[in-house]
């Protein structure tokens, strides 16, 4: 089953603790992103990659941080979190075949972060 | 300065009737134009697109109509279903090169059976 898949769903830290959100496509996708999605804001994106070793910001990458090693995996990094970092958090891939998200993006189920 | 907003950010429709959710946008450069449907604990999916070299496309049950002239974008579907109650977003994509999606920020979506 072509799948975005997040991990972990849920998770609960406290500020200052390292922690990593992984996110894998298996559809061979060119393109992934992560955005934040936050009440009254939609979603905004915070990373995008248009391909292996190809990563960009989005309108608000402070605080976070990205990696495109292998084509499938492209895992968001919050080096020290921070409670303004609690959000909902969806990883999202297309084919980028025009080399940007003109395509449809598939988005994972996303994964609940609370930083105490 | 650029933003994707919506009219309304909630909307109750009948069972059987048609809905109609607008979006704005405001930047001239944007060229595609995308609608996501969003379910409670789900990821956003995708519905159906249009390019800013069209008016009016049409998918099952749903239509998207693009005003280019008063930037204006607005989603229709026909005939509700229960599963149709959800979050409905719009998103743009401005190309300045590097591509980049932005979404507003959603309208509810309810059918009352």
């Known amino acids: 089953e072509a799948q975005v898949t997040q991990n972990p769903r849920y998770l609960i830290t406290v500020t200052g603790k390292k922690l990593t959100v992984t996110c894998s496509q298996n559809m061979n996708h060119e393109y992934m992103s992560w955005y934040r999605q936050d009440p009254g804001l939609g979603l905004r994106q915070i990373y995008y990659?248009?391909?292996?070793?190809?990563?960009d910001k989005g309108d608000v990458p402070e605080g976070y941080k990205v990696s495109r090693k292998e084509k499938r995996n492209f895992p968001l990094i919050l080096e020290s979190p921070s409670p303004n970092q609690t959000s909902l958090y969806f990883c999202?891939?297309?084919?980028?075949?025009?080399?940007?998200?003109?395509?449809?993006?598939?988005f994972g189920p996303g994964t609940r972060l609370t930083v105490l | 300065g650029e933003s994707v907003g919506l009219h309304l950010p909630t909307l109750s429709v009948q069972e059987g009737d048609n809905s109609i959710i607008n979006c704005a946008y405001s930047n001239s450069a944007s060229d595609y134009f995308i609608w996501y449907k969003q379910e409670s604990g789900k990821g956003p999916q995708f519905i159906i697109d249009?390019?800013?070299?069209?008016d009016k496309r049409q998918g099952q049950r749903v239509t998207v109509l693009l005003n280019k002239t008063v930037k204006h974008l607005s989603l229709q579907i026909a005939a509700t279903q229960p599963g149709d109650s959800a979050v409905y977003f719009c998103?743009?994509?401005?190309?300045?090169?590097?591509?980049?999606?932005?979404f507003g920020t959603g309208t509810r979506l309810t059918i009352i059976p």
């Open positions: 249009i390019r800013s070299n069209m």
């Open positions: 999202a891939s297309s084919r980028g075949l025009a080399g940007g998200p003109k395509d449809t993006q598939y």
């Open positions: 990659s248009m391909n292996v070793e190809v990563t």
């Open positions: 998103a743009e994509i401005v190309n300045f090169g590097n591509e980049k999606l932005t």
